[in-house]
């Protein structure tokens, strides 16, 4: 369901989505202590096709863990 591409400086993130749906994506660099993931961007609308949210700004020494959700 989720495709990452890593590209210097920035990471890119897609997945398919669907139309009528509101999304948001979350980071973090270390999956303890809770909670673990901060808020990357949000309401990012839903489409008929793939979406892609790259993130300009990713850890550069540490991995980054990424999760995607559909927003209530």
């Known amino acids: 369901m989720q495709l990452s ?3 210097p400086a ?3 993130l897609t997945w ?3 139309t009528n749906c509101s999304y948001f994506v979350q ?4 999956l303890v202590p809770l909670p673990a993931f901060s808020l990357l961007q949000t309401n990012i609308p839903g489409l008929s096709d793939k979406i892609s949210i790259t993130d300009t700004n990713p850890p550069a020494s540490t991995p980054a863990f ?3 959700g559909i927003q209530p």
């Open 66 to 68: 990424y999760r995607v």
């Open 27 to 30: 980071r973090a660099t270390n």
């Open 10 to 12: 920035s990471m890119t």
């Open 16 to 18: 398919t989505s669907v």
């Open 5 to 7: 591409v890593f590209v």
